[in-house]
């Protein structure tokens, strides 16, 4: 006869024979076992896909800290999603950067019916005006719908749609930051702002861009570049998405300098340098 067990020790009976068993059953394999934190055996991690480009890294880390004056850099790699970034909460004037933002929101009002694209505004239309507001960059085009809107109304909606970083309610304003830029350049890309319709003819527009002295301005015969531009007293910028041969970028180049001419040329070069570590084999 054998001994009749006690009850309370057939479970831990049961918890020993299931963990012994699935140890032995993992001896000589190389897949982990789930209880390897109880028996001790060694974590093997897969190795990942090398995401940084180091010729990025280092213009940003060498170049960019030592240019003269302020500014604030991202480029994503949209494929890869490896960001790289320089003082990228900074805020700055914006410049013309802020019209990315009437454009959103024009766009938000015509699909929420409280505009039409055949709407008069001024001497013109809804959607003349949109077009002249990002590819000439006219200031009367974007001071005009952002009134029509509600410049309250359009920087509320910014951050509702969790793009933090403009301001278009500050005194001497409007501002942004490198990195709220980029966050709504990339909703353009995913095809999430306002709507995928909506996001295409925002990319649209940006690449019907007129003035393309920087960002563009060294990069291959070809390149599509759908950008916005910004330029004010000492301020240069331009901000867009880049389709390259290999992949796909946000390029944000925000700056404050003594000497605007000579930081938009730096702006092209900076961009030629990246575009061309990004896109090498």
Do not use: C
Not at 25 to 48: C, H, L, M, W
Not at 80 to 92: A, C, D, L, P, R
Not at 178 to 202: G, H
């Amino acid at each position: 006869m054998f001994q009749k067990l006690p009850a309370v020790k057939i479970p831990l009976l049961f918890v020993f024979l299931a963990i012994t068993s699935l140890v032995l059953v993992n001896i000589g394999t190389d897949e982990p076992s789930p209880y390897q934190f109880f028996t001790g055996s060694q974590n093997k991690e897969e190795a990942r896909e090398q995401t940084e480009n180091f010729t990025v890294q280092k213009i940003f880390q060498e170049e960019i800290p030592n240019l003269d004056g302020r500014w604030a850099v991202v480029v994503k790699d949209l494929k890869t999603g490896k960001t790289y970034t320089y003082s990228e909460n900074e805020t700055i004037a914006s410049a013309s950067i802020y019209k990315l933002t009437v454009m959103w929101a024009v766009f938000q009002e015509v699909e929420g019916g409280s505009m039409k694209f055949d709407d008069p505004i001024g001497n013109t239309t809804v959607r003349e005006a949109l077009k002249l507001t990002i590819t000439i960059s006219d200031n009367d085009s974007a001071i005009a719908l952002a009134e029509k809107i509600g410049w309250g109304k359009i920087h509320r909606l910014m951050e509702s749609e969790g793009i933090i970083g403009f301001d278009l309610r500050r005194e001497n304003g409007p501002y942004t930051t490198a990195k709220a830029t980029a966050a709504l350049l990339e909703r353009i890309y995913k095809n999430t702002a306002v709507s995928p319709s909506a996001s295409k003819e925002m990319l649209e527009l940006l690449l019907a861009q007129q003035f393309n002295d920087r960002i563009p301005k060294y990069l291959p015969s070809g390149t599509r570049v759908g950008h916005k531009t910004g330029e004010i007293e000492n301020f240069r910028h331009d901000a867009g998405i880049v389709i390259g041969q290999r992949g796909q970028y946000i390029f944000v180049f925000l700056s404050q300098t003594q000497n605007p001419t000579e930081a938009a040329e730096t702006i092209a070069t900076l961009s030629y340098e990246i575009y061309n570590a990004l896109e090498a084999p």
